[in-house]
Nanobody, 123 residues
Framework: QVQLVESGGGLVQAGGSLRLSCAASGRTFSNYYMGWFRQAPGKEREFVARISWSGANTYYADSVKGRFTISRDNAKNTVYLQMNSLKPEDTAVYYC????????????????WGQGTQVTVSS
């Protein structure tokens, strides 16, 4: 089992940037596919980005493509989400998630989740 702790959220103006981090502890981090999801108030949680265990493969939701970058440092047991050109509609609680068995956009495929970090983008 792996434990996940997100950090780096906060309040930023539209057009600004934030970098989220997700620190993992427990089992071997490099064995896990990692994903970022978000949940805005009153909405269902949605997929944002995913990364393969090696970091060689990534995939993004259309809404963030070209603005967000997912990366990982297996030596530091950490996955990152660099968010640029932020928009008010990016406001949400952001969650990282881990899976040993799948490289997926679906939240049900990830058994391990962090507690989330709030990102608020003001207009």
């Amino acid at each position: 089992q792996v434990q996940l702790v997100e950090s780096g959220g906060g309040l930023v103006q539209a057009g600004g940037s934030l970098r989220l981090s997700c620190a993992a502890s427990g089992r071997t981090f490099s064995n896990y596919y990692m994903g970022w999801f978000r949940q805005a108030p009153g909405k269902e949680r949605e997929f944002v980005a995913r990364i393969s265990w090696s970091g060689a493969n990534t995939y993004y939701a259309d809404s963030v493509k070209g603005r967000f970058t997912i990366s990982r440092d297996n030596a530091k047991n950490t996955v990152y989400l660099q968010m640029n050109s932020l928009k008010p509609e990016d406001t949400a609680v952001y969650y990282c998630a881990a899976s040993t068995s799948t490289y997926s956009v679906y939240e049900y495929a990830y058994p391990y989740w962090g507690q989330g970090t709030q990102v608020t983008v003001s207009s």
